[in-house]
DNA sequence: ACAAATGTAATCGTTACTGTTACTTAATTG
DNA sequence: CAATTAAGTAACAGTAACGATTACATTTGT
């Protein structure tokens, strides 16, 4: 959802969008985006001003922003966790697979992430231009 | 959780280890360890016998049980997910905004399982094995 | 036959997230 | 300056996923 509201932002160019605009393109509700809206204001991904005529619009331009950002703007835990109750330090195993699992996770982690670098916001429009052009022409 | 379990049968190194002495070293309840076994018994990862004196084992050396094996067999749902509601069609961004990040999400699963792979059971048990030394030495 | 252990279903509690309502706050416009 | 517009925010309901627990059936070895 986080990726769709920047895709609408850079598709309106500049133009300011309100969260219920948003909120209709992504069939949710306008609370929702504009809980998105502020973690995406955090990370300076996007500018959102108050009253009449306001809305939100991109802090930069859409090939300066890419997918890992907007990830870690939007999500606050890891892709991976280890269970809440601590396994049994008196085995062997229990005792020290916690910590060689977090050191698995954070590279699986940031593999993933990476992968997600690789990817712009500019990328993610021009795919969405291109599949309207082939709607177009049907 | 499940590598844990895969690790403690590498450590127990072919002997048969019932559900319950695994959730003691895990720290939760054998039931949970039981439904982790099917799958990974569906997986052929472990070898599981029935009454008295049963248990699970490995099905095949640690070296050549990657991490991400364990990931698919017991995770069934994949690390990203589309919102359960459909976006608006009549809007250009979300025309096609579902299949961009489909084609997204797949790289980025691809990548993280990739990472995964790297490492083997095998791996695991080393690391656990050396830190159990360092104990020893205080 | 008995005991040990898995397979399995039902249920509860917790957590996280989306959705919704309601209200406050801020800024623009007539 | 008053009215309107839109974001910020808190509170709460609904849903889904997962772990934990209990209970019971099933299988197998002694």
Chains 1, 2 share one sequence.
Do not use: W
């Not at 955090?42 to 005529?53: D, N, Q």
């Not at 020290?96 to 940031?110: P, V």
Request: glycine share 4%; with cysteine.
């Amino acid at each position: 959802m986080a990726v769709h509201v920047l895709a609408v932002l850079a598709y309106k160019d500049g133009d300011r969008v309100t969260s219920a605009f948003l909120a209709g393109s992504i069939n949710t509700h306008p609370v929702i985006v504009r809980r998105l809206l502020l973690a995406l204001q955090r990370a300076k991904l996007v500018e959102t001003s108050k009253g009449a005529g306001a809305g939100s619009r991109l802090n930069c331009s859409p090939s300066r922003i890419n997918l890992a950002q907007v990830y870690r703007a939007v999500e606050d835990s890891e892709a991976f966790a280890t269970p809440s109750r601590k396994p049994n330090a008196a085995c062997p195993v229990g005792n020290c697979i916690l910590e060689t699992m977090e050191r698995i996770f954070a590279s699986a982690q940031q593999a993933l992430e990476k992968d997600l670098e690789k990817t712009t916001l500019a990328n993610v429009l021009d795919i969405i231009k291109a599949s309207c052009l082939c709607e177009k022409k049907r």
